[in-house]
């Protein structure tokens, strides 16, 4: 009987009251501090969270250090603008010279064909067909000009030093009056156009003694 004494329990009385009868004070739940540790707890993650999220670069960082640096350039962004700029200076320039040797081309071959009138012309003003204001005069006149406006220059005369690059010798004098070689007589004009030898004037040279 006594063992059983021993081992029963008192039992447990708890005084659930939130106002301590004794104090009048209000009463903590059981359990509240933990609570408020653990908020605690998720306040200072949230802080250090936030204080992470500050060390990440967002959309408008990258925009903003992208702008930066075009406003800003650097010495290779420089040197890479410059190299463009005069590889497309070239091209311009090289494109332009092409255009230009085209346009000389296709005039020139145009104008090519107009050569033997031109010469036939040359023909008739020796013989004095040209002279005066005959309907002939008249024709030959409107077609050199025509010519020239084109950028159609003839060239030889008599008196003028020897050019090889532009006079083709059919033939040969030698004489005491001249000390170099000099057109002694143009038998068929020379003609360039623009920066273009289109045919070299064929003229008769007087050669020193």
């Not at 700029?85 to 005039?107: F, L």
């Not at 010798?169 to 068929?188: C, K, L």
Request: hydrophobic share 35%; aromatic share 4%.
């Amino acid at each position: 009987m006594s063992d059983e004494n021993q081992n029963h329990e008192e039992p447990v009385i708890r005084d659930k009251r939130r106002i301590d009868p004794e104090t009048g004070e209000v009463r903590k739940p059981e359990g509240s501090e933990e609570v408020t540790d653990a908020a605690a707890d998720a306040a200072a993650a949230s802080d250090t969270g936030a204080e992470a999220d500050e060390d990440v670069l967002t959309v408008d960082d990258i925009l903003n250090a992208a702008q930066a640096e075009v406003q800003e350039p650097s010495d290779e962004h420089l040197a890479d603008l410059k190299r463009v700029t005069a590889e497309y200076a070239n091209y311009r320039k090289r494109t332009e010279a092409n255009r230009e040797v085209e346009r000389e081309r296709a005039v020139g071959a145009a104008v090519a064909v107009l050569l033997p009138v031109l010469d036939d012309l040359d023909r008739a003003e020796k013989h004095g067909d040209l002279e005066g204001d005959a309907p002939f005069a008249t024709i030959a006149a409107k077609l050199r000009a025509a010519t020239a406006k084109l950028g159609l220059q003839p060239f030889g005369e008599v008196g003028e030093p020897f050019d090889p690059q532009r006079h083709e010798a059919i033939f040969q004098q030698p004489s005491d009056e001249v000390d170099t070689d000099t057109v002694a007589d143009v038998v068929e004009t020379g003609y360039t156009l623009g920066g273009t030898l289109l045919r070299a004037a064929k003229v008769v040279v007087k050669t020193p003694q």
